[in-house]
T-cell receptor, first 113, second 113 residues
Framework: GAGVSQSPSNKVTEKGKDVELRCDPISGHTALYWYRQSLGQGLEFLIYFQGNSAPDKSGLPSDRFSAERTGGSVSTLTIQRTQQEDSAVYLC???????????FGDGTRLSIL | GQQLNQSPQSMFIQEGEDVSMNCTSSSIFNTWLWYKQDPGEGPVLLIALYKAGELTSNGRLTAQFGITRKDSFLNISASIPSDVGIYFCAGQLKGSGTYKYIFGTGTRLKVLA
């Protein structure tokens, strides 16, 4: 597609379950970023990829959070043993290179019951 | 996590009025980006700034990269109802060894017809 695609758009799950969020960047974009946005708040950086490697994962809140990117394209963000405080919108963005502006998907709204 | 100081937090204005918002930091940035976010959607890029002192326009929007590299402002002229939304600044730190972006806390704009 033309833009960044994220799936699912909404996810409701029970506390303690694992969830996987997917991001399809714009074709040809080498840089990919993950952010978390809590209700009414700004964007909190989680991790970014340059190709398949993650030079900065300093924003991941705990070791329950992990992300990978394969083939320089699709990325998945995994949250293990979800907690209620993990409820937020998870946004993905991509850019043609690390110095170029990011373009965002519409996010995955995650609700932990 | 790190965030930029963005002001005002929110503003109500009359249709046709001009709007100004800004972001400041104690750190030096290589790049400033301005985004607009509508409810339920990801942020959309408005303007990108790359050089100190740079002044760039996009229709009714004008943004400037501060000469000290520590601040940026966004102006909207002759506001219309569809300007409603949340505006975010984002900066990429200079010499930090990472290409992550830090986001401002957002300015919520409401336009009264």
């Amino acid at each position: 597609g033309a833009g960044v695609s994220q799936s699912p758009s909404n996810k409701v799950t029970e506390k303690g379950k694992d969830v996987e969020l997917r991001c399809d960047p714009i074709s040809g974009h080498t840089a990919l970023y993950w952010y978390r946005q809590s209700l009414g708040q700004g964007l909190e950086f989680l991790i970014y990829f340059q190709g398949n490697s993650a030079p900065d994962k300093s924003g991941l809140p705990s070791d329950r959070f992990s992300a990978e990117r394969t083939g320089g394209s699709v990325s998945t963000l995994t949250i293990q043993r979800t907690q209620q405080e993990d409820s937020a919108v998870y946004l993905c963005a991509s850019s043609s290179s690390i110095n170029q502006p990011q373009h965002f998907g519409d996010g995955t709204r995650l609700s932990i019951l | 996590g790190q965030q930029l100081n963005q002001s005002p937090q929110s503003m109500f204005i009359q249709e046709g009025e001009d709007v100004s918002m800004n972001c400041t930091s104690s750190s030096i940035f290589n790049t400033w980006l301005w985004y607009k976010q509508d409810p339920g959607e990801g942020p959309v890029l408005l303007i990108a700034l790359y050089k100190a002192g740079e002044l760039t326009s996009n229709g009714r929007l004008t943004a400037q990269f501060g000469i000290t590299r520590k601040d940026s402002f966004l102006n909207i002229s002759a506001s219309i109802p569809s300007d409603v939304g949340i505006y975010f600044c984002a900066g990429q730190l200079k010499g930090s060894g990472t290409y992550k972006y830090i986001f401002g806390t957002g300015t919520r704009l409401k336009v009264l017809a």
